[in-house]
């Protein structure tokens, strides 16, 4: 019987010790990035062509490319460019996902706090769009008080 029970009890840890593993959050670049722009804010987008960090999700991985999209009437237009290594620039062609054509979503592209909704694409990633430019400064932290004498 006590055997029964301490195997029990170790099939109990185990379980509870897995489940709380899989709710630990993940680090990765959107993560890091979401939380920034999160909690600093950003200042309003202005029109133009302007720098973005691209990060595309996609079975549990995750990548972030720097870009240059142009925003007009406040809303990023379908024309990103992916910087590559040798400073040049390759169009990335974004082909939204059926969901939208066939009213299963909707598609709303706007910019709020810098960042832009999450995209989803024909071929199933998440894409979403960091005007980094525009992320807020840190705030400064306080400064401590000298030990008394």
């Known amino acids: 019987m006590k055997k029964i029970l301490l195997q029990l009890l170790l099939i109990f840890t185990a ?4 489940n709380a593993q899989s709710q630990v959050e993940v680090s990765n670049c959107y993560n890091d990035y979401y939380k920034a722009f999160r909690d600093r804010g950003a200042k309003p987008v202005p029109d133009g062509s302007t720098q973005v960090v691209v990060a595309i999700r996609k079975d549990g991985m995750c990548s972030c490319l720097m870009g240059i999209i142009t925003v007009r009437n406040g809303v990023p237009v379908n024309d990103l460019l992916i910087a590559k290594e040798d400073s040049s620039y390759i169009k990335f062609a974004f082909t939204p996902h059926t969901k939208y ?7 709303t592209n706007f910019i709020a706090n810098g960042m832009s909704p999450t995209y989803y694409s024909s071929n199933e990633e998440l894409i979403n769009l960091f005007f980094i430019k525009y992320l807020n400064d840190k705030p400064a932290k306080y400064v401590n008080a000298p030990p008394i004498k």
């Open 101 to 107: 054509t066939t009213g299963e979503a909707n598609f």
């Open 15 to 18: 379980v509870t010790g897995l």
